[in-house]
């Protein structure tokens, strides 16, 4: 089993910045990838980054050049820099891993608002 506890999340302006944190435990030899999505009212939940164990990245399209994951191996934990926030990027954010087989685990989720 793996846990997964995201923290960071808050309320900031447009053109500011958030670095949101995902600690995980339990059988983490099981993690073959991490993982940020992320769902606003009314909408279906969306990938926002991936890193997988080999250290390849994915990103969505509309975080690009903005948004930047990455992962402390010895603590267990991975992260996203998240700069130049738009209104749009606001939403609940969930941390995501995935074993060998892709089955998915979830953390509560942080709320990120972005308003003036």
């Known amino acids: 089993q793996v846990q997964l506890v995201e923290s960071g999340g808050g309320l900031v302006q447009p053109g500011g910045s958030l670095r949101l944190s995902c600690a995980a435990s339990g059988s983490i030899y099981l993690i073959n990838a991490m993982g940020w999505y992320r769902q606003a009212p009314g909408k279906q939940r969306e990938l926002v980054a991936t890193?997988?164990?080999?250290?390849?990245?994915n990103y969505a399209d509309s975080v690009k050049g903005r948004f930047t994951i990455s992962r402390d191996n010895a603590e267990n934990t991975v992260y996203l820099q998240m700069n130049s926030l738009k209104p749009e990027d606001a939403a609940v954010y969930y941390c995501n891993a995935k074993n060998a087989f892709h089955y998915d685990y979830w953390g509560q989720g942080t709320q990120v608002t972005v308003s003036s």
């Open positions: 890193l997988s164990n080999a250290g390849y990245t």
